[in-house]
């Protein structure tokens, strides 16, 4: 309980006297309060981190993936890799699994906003690499993983579990009968 304790409260806690931005060679995203950070942290599964349910290996890629910070201990959100889409951070983090590694990406906190150590990863290495990798392996880990959605145009027009929500529920989330309604009002 105390370790689940501590983690939340890492979690919630803001590290406004930290600055991580020394050393940083991240590129603007022009999000909303983003500043560079660079720090060291140990890749751990957040939900064995606040719950104590631990899985092998992180979960092998089925849980969300943390960052606790070297330097103050505070767990790290890294929702984004260094991609367009916002598909999260797991396929660059989860080869790291329980080791220590360099991160150097984006940092967003505002109190304003309540949001907190959420972290858009763009370069990781482990701390026995030289070399940074650019963290952008989630469309390559997708089209290893589905061989048949292979084509032109953005993964997410081809990939079977978006196809198979649209077909079940509709373009628009709301089911297959009012979907066809609005888009026969959107395109007579």
Excluded: H
């Amino acid at each position: 309980m105390k370790r689940m304790l501590i983690a939340v409260l890492a979690l919630t806690t803001p590290a406004a006297a930290q600055d991580f931005s020394e050393n940083s060679e991240a590129r603007s995203w022009n999000l909303a309060y983003e500043t560079p950070a660079r720090f060291a942290a140990t890749v751990v599964d957040i939900l064995c981190e606040l719950s104590g349910n631990c899985a092998e290996n992180c979960g092998d890629g089925t849980r969300q993936l943390g960052l606790i910070r070297e330097a103050d201990g505070v767990l790290v959100f890294p929702n984004k890799n260094n991609q367009p889409a916002f598909t999260g951070a797991v396929e660059e983090l989860l080869p790291y699994c329980g080791r220590m590694v360099e991160v150097d990406g984006l940092l967003i906190e505002d109190d304003y906003v309540g949001a907190f150590n959420i972290y858009q990863v763009q370069r990781i290495r482990g701390m026995d690499e030289p070399e940074w990798t650019t963290a952008n392996r989630w469309t390559d880990v997708w089209a290893e993983n589905n061989p048949d959605a292979a084509g032109v145009g953005p993964w997410f027009r081809r990939d079977p579990r978006v196809l198979a929500e649209i077909a079940t529920e509709g373009y628009f989330g709301l089911g297959l009968v009012r979907d066809a309604e609005i888009r026969a009002e959107l395109f007579p």
